[in-house]
């Protein structure tokens, strides 16, 4: 397939010195059952081998597409916007370039949209590991009923993980793409799904669709997000801190949660997966 055919889905991956993770991110696209895609890796001017394992990437595979900033912008909303001005898909996915997609990813998702038009977005559930262990994904399981992404559940809690995500690429392009400011950076992906919730239908599906490494590299931990909370708080209506429960509240909350955390995650959407069935979907009642 060559860059003149039409894709249906543009995945857009931001990059900086990521040469010892950026091979086996892209090795996970690759490896989507869904293959009608394009890959836009924009590199915000990295100073190790990351160019040159992308390269060859785009010489093995033509759907895979690299662009190079004009100079280092330190923020992951420039890199995002600039691929999503290239994207030619239907749908647009953002895949964070330490993370990794499970072979399914695209295909279920695209199945979603394709029959609910009435949606704007979708997103599913990454399983949280770091360099030493998977184990912590387990203890992370949400309970899908409060990943319903409504405007006000969000105006609360950020519950769309960035790579978990796919929607409509004219929503996005409606709506700017995502806000550039510094002040948003690390919180950026927070701040366009807000936006689109605003005005759109998100619904969540309950399966398992990769993996979220956590490092202590990644710009969410380098960043305070209480601080970047504290401006979405005071700018973009939110009530984050306010309405931040307490740690009993949270302990219990999960503990009470957790029996359909693993039943939905890891029986029925395997189950569904397995059998080609539809995904199951939580989304805000009308």
């Not at 559930?125 to 405007?151: Q, V």
């Not at 701040?191 to 689109?196: D, P, Y």
Request: aromatic share 8%; proline share 4%; glycine share 4%.
């Amino acid at each position: 397939m060559s860059h003149s055919e039409d894709y249906r889905v543009s995945v857009v991956i931001p990059t900086y010195n990521r040469a010892h993770h950026i091979d086996e991110t892209l090795e996970s696209l690759q490896k989507q059952t869904f293959t009608n895609f394009e890959a836009i890796i924009v590199d915000d001017c990295s100073t190790d081998e990351t160019p040159d394992i992308v390269k060859n990437w785009v010489n093995k595979d033509a759907r895979f597409r690299y662009v190079r900033l004009e100079e280092n912008s330190n923020r992951p909303a420039v890199p995002r916007n600039r691929g999503i001005s290239q994207a030619t898909g239907e749908y647009v996915a953002f895949l964070d370039d330490d993370d990794l997609w499970l072979p399914r990813k695209l295909e279920r998702q695209v199945k979603v949209l394709d029959a609910r038009p009435d949606l704007a977005m979708v997103h599913s559930h990454l399983w949280d590991f770091t360099e030493r262990s998977k184990i912590r994904g387990l203890i992370y399981l949400p309970n899908p009923y409060r990943r319903t992404a409504t405007y006000e559940l969000l105006r609360q809690h950020n519950v769309v993980q960035c790579s978990a995500a796919l929607v409509r690429l004219s929503v996005v392009r409606e709506l700017g793409g995502f806000d550039e400011r510094t002040a948003l950076r690390a919180i950026e992906d927070y701040h366009l799904w807000l936006r689109i919730s605003e005005q759109h239908k998100i619904a969540y599906i309950s399966e398992i669709h990769g993996y979220y490494r956590c490092s202590r590299n990644s710009t969410s931990t380098q960043d305070s997000l209480e601080k970047k909370h504290r401006y979405l708080d005071e700018h973009q209506s939110t009530v984050i801190l306010e309405s931040a429960p307490s740690v009993l509240h949270r302990v219990t909350r999960k503990v009470g949660g957790y029996p359909l955390a693993l039943y939905h995650h890891l029986l029925e959407g395997r189950s569904r997966q397995r059998r080609g069935k539809m995904p199951r979907l939580f989304e805000a009642r009308s």
